[in-house]
């Protein structure tokens, strides 16, 4: 299982991000200087935080994890997805993304020119294409990692034993000679699971039995067998806890539905950040980071409303786009959800994220002048 993961989730994934890399310098070129390695560690920054934050954000929409229901789960969507696009866009203000298009007077006052607008040859769609290259590849990979992670707690089922006197298709067990009392170990079945949603009729697999010792009171140490058996229990408890958000159990998932999560995490990160960068360009909204304290030139920009920076007449340009931005990332948030994606299935929100990540992705080119 891990093998084929390997040549039809990992390998494409990692094509996915060089075909996008390499269309960006033959369909759109233009010469960065210097590399852009900068953008593309400082956006895969961001991510990580946005990525941190998730777990905080989730204790503080179900207040320490006191009431979780589905209001609370929709809840933490969207302080994730809020959190996410604040960082994408704060991205675009540190590194100070501006169109190249503009002029200064004589008084050295930077002012816009009014036929200024975005275009694939400015050099600021080359920064803004490797920032969100850099976004969708930590996307990726922590995807990947938590797949081989998720995958590894099906080993002993995946690997099952078969009973040559039985008959009937092979279950996992685990066997243990008797006790030194000389009684027969004892057979216990899976502690069950409450959970909300509706299990699937049947499996491809059988529940590993799990034998347990009886072990005397006296023994201090935890004998090697009973660490297997607990081990066998935590895992049992991991995957019972995957199935719950799935559906249905991780290795019944078709591989291609696990290339296609990847691939539309990077056209959605290609097309928010695209979408968002031209509207940040198009509006002046940037930052002065070369001054010596570049935070209060910002507040005093804010407060006051005067100077080159970020004034409230710019938020206000750029907030229907971002609010815009907000909603459509909420909504496939909130698909993956563990209430929503049992119900709706695995190839629904598959297929339906493909084509919201395909729209904001053509969005992004369009806005961007990159489709004429």
């Not at 960006?24 to 210097?34: A, H, Q, R």
């Not at 929709?74 to 994730?80: A, G, I, K, N």
Request: overall charge negative.
């Amino acid at each position: 299982m891990l093998l084929k993961y390997t040549l039809i989730v990992t390998l494409p994934s990692f094509l996915s991000l060089v075909f996008f890399g390499v269309l960006k310098i033959t369909v759109w070129p233009y010469s960065i200087s210097p590399s852009p390695i900068r953008e593309i560690l400082t956006a895969a920054a961001a991510w990580t935080v946005g990525f941190a934050l998730r777990l905080p954000l989730f204790y503080l929409a179900t207040l320490f994890h006191t009431y979780v229901n589905g209001f609370t789960l929709v809840l933490s969507t969207f302080f994730q997805v809020l959190s996410q696009e604040l960082l994408r866009l704060s991205v675009l203000v540190l590194l100070g993304i501006k169109l190249a298009q503009r002029r200064e007077d004589e008084e050295g006052v930077v002012v816009w020119l009014v036929d200024a607008w975005v275009d694939t040859w400015d050099p600021a769609f080359t920064r803004v294409w490797w920032i969100a290259m850099g976004w969708a590849a930590a996307d990726v990979v922590v995807g990947l990692a938590q797949g081989y992670d998720q995958l590894s707690l099906y080993k002993d089922v995946l690997q099952p034993y078969s009973d040559p006197s039985s008959h009937d298709s092979p279950t996992v067990s685990v066997r243990q000679s008797p006790t030194r009392t000389g009684k027969q170990p004892v057979r216990l079945s899976a502690p069950p699971t409450t959970t909300t949603n509706p299990r699937p009729p049947s499996y491809s697999y059988s529940p590993p039995n799990i034998v347990v010792h009886s072990v005397q009171p006296s023994q201090e140490v935890l004998t090697p067998d009973l660490e297997t058996q607990i081990s066998h229990l935590l895992a049992l408890k991991s995957r019972a806890e995957i199935e719950d958000v799935y559906g249905l159990p991780l290795p019944n998932i078709p591989l291609f539905l696990m290339f296609l999560q990847r691939l539309d995490s990077i056209l959605l990160s290609l097309g928010l950040t695209l979408v968002l960068s031209a509207a940040y360009a198009s509006s002046g909204l940037e930052a002065n980071l070369n001054t010596t304290a570049p935070a209060l030139a910002a507040i005093n920009v804010v407060t006051t409303g005067k100077g080159e920076g970020l004034t409230w007449a710019q938020v206000e340009a750029i907030a229907p786009t971002f609010i815009v931005l907000v909603v459509v990332h909420f909504v496939l948030g909130a698909i993956w959800t563990a209430g929503a994606l049992p119900r709706l299935g695995m190839h629904t929100a598959s297929y339906v994220g493909l084509l919201v990540s395909l729209g904001c992705f053509f969005a992004g080119l369009g806005a961007w002048g990159a489709l004429v």
